[in-house]
């Protein structure tokens, strides 16, 4: 039968000197039915601070008996030693009728360019159950709501079309100066930039400045 709990009793009697037979008998206690499995999670990372990824444990079905099992963390891509999360262990309990229990596992939060990065939630030595789903996944989304730059001020040059005749026609379009290769973003010069064309049309980088709070 499934979720009962056995007792066998095994031994062999033994005949004493006054004819009275004793027993002598090991009882033996077997679970069946119990299990624990552990969700995955996605949390999104931020720029600073930390963030809780929460796990959940579940034991199906209810027990009766206490039921325990222990948890630890693990690197994945995700690692503590470049502090993507903090490292967690320790026991979960779960008491007569109690069905789940929580994980917290602390992300860290940066303005690292990164890719998804995952690590994992182990489940290990239950009793008074067995483990269906003993990994979870916690993965780590990077927060790509802003612009993240590091230092500042930087400038960016933006593209601005202007239609304009060459500059070998005299007398005609738009005055334009001798050709210029556009600085880098980490570059001084707060003029615009002019690149001519020989169709006729012009682009001038007008920089933006960017300052980090």
Known sequence: AVNTTYWVTAGNAVENSCGTKQGLSVKTQFTTGYTLAINDVTVTEGDSGTTNAVFTVTLSPASAQTVTVNYSTADNTATTADNDYVAASGVLTFAPGVTTQPITVTV????KSESTETF??????????????????????????????????????????IKAAPAST?????????????????APTPTAVVQPETTGVHRIYLPLIIRQP
């Open 108 to 111: 860290n939060g940066d303005v």
């Open 170 to 186: 005299a007398g005609a379009g738009l005055p334009v100066p001798p050709p210029r290769r556009m600085p880098p973003l980490s």
């Open 120 to 161: 994992r939630v182990l489940l290990s030595s239950p009793t008074n159950a067995t483990i269906a789903d003993g990994e979870g996944i916690g993965t780590i989304l990077q927060d790509v709501g802003g612009l993240a730059v590091p230092g500042g001020p930087h400038r960016i040059f933006l593209p601005l079309v």
